[in-house]
């Protein structure tokens, strides 16, 4: 199972949006809607953004929101903040129940 | 509150095995599954297996099988993970965390670095 494929990095100015794609296939995001979003601070552990392609979490920012078009997932970053300069991965569960995460995507806020 | 606590930092030879457990607290253990994930210095998240401790049916990676191995303990509502025939590009900080299927995981362990070198 390849990766998912992820930009290796994106950098926005404070106050503007970006969006980060997560490109699979249809075994994986275009099969079902179980894609998830990870934000990882250097030395930190994951944490959960997104789940079930556009559900946001408990307590993370109205900022963050999930979409999906076939087999491309976005993450799009509202109103960037210097607190948003993380890591971020894109997970999809695929069709033989394995999960598979994206290439990762590094945020430069500017 | 819900804690997944795991075993310290290993250093082993190629070709050894390593054990990591991941013990739990905080919830039923039996209701949820534990996935494991591992991430290599500087490198992006790899995802490594899952079981579910209701009836222990597990799935691993593909490029794993045969050499990881994920085990419970209900009676300390615990769970292994045993990987063998280290090598080098084994060295990684591995992560438990709690869930099993749709991949949104809100419950981590706080990572074990294991280490392989000669």
């Known amino acids: 199972q390849s990766a998912l494929t992820q930009p290796a990095s994106v950098s926005g100015s404070p106050g503007q949006s970006i969006t980060i794609s997560c490109t699979g296939t249809s075994r994986d995001v275009g099969g079902h809607n179980y894609v998830s979003w990870y934000q990882q601070h250097p030395g930190e552990v994951p944490k959960l953004l997104i789940y079930d392609v556009n559900n946001r979490h408990s307590g993370v920012s109205d900022r963050f929101s999930g979409s999906k078009s076939g087999n491309t997932a976005s993450l799009t970053i509202s109103g960037l903040q210097a607190e948003d300069e993380a890591n971020y991965y894109c997970s999809s569960y695929t069709t033989i129940s394995t999960l598979v995460f994206g290439t990762g995507t590094k945020v430069t806020v500017l | 509150q819900v804690q997944l606590v795991q075993s310290g930092p290993e250093v082993q030879k190629p070709g050894a095995s390593v054990k990591v457990s991941c013990k739990t607290s905080g919830y039923s253990f039996s209701l949820y599954g534990i996935t494991w994930v591992r991430q290599a210095p500087g490198q992006g998240l790899e995802w490594m297996g899952w079981?579910?401790?209701?009836?222990?049916?597990?799935n691993y990676a593909q490029n794993l099988q045969g050499r990881l191995t994920l085990t419970t303990d209900t009676s300390t509502s615990t769970v292994y993970m045993e990987l063998k025939s280290l090598r080098s590009d084994d060295t990684a900080v591995y992560y438990c965390a709690r869930g099993y299927g749709s991949g949104s995981f809100i419950y981590w362990g706080q990572g074990t670095l294991v280490s392989v070198s000669s």
């Open positions: 079981i579910s401790v209701h009836n222990g049916n597990t």
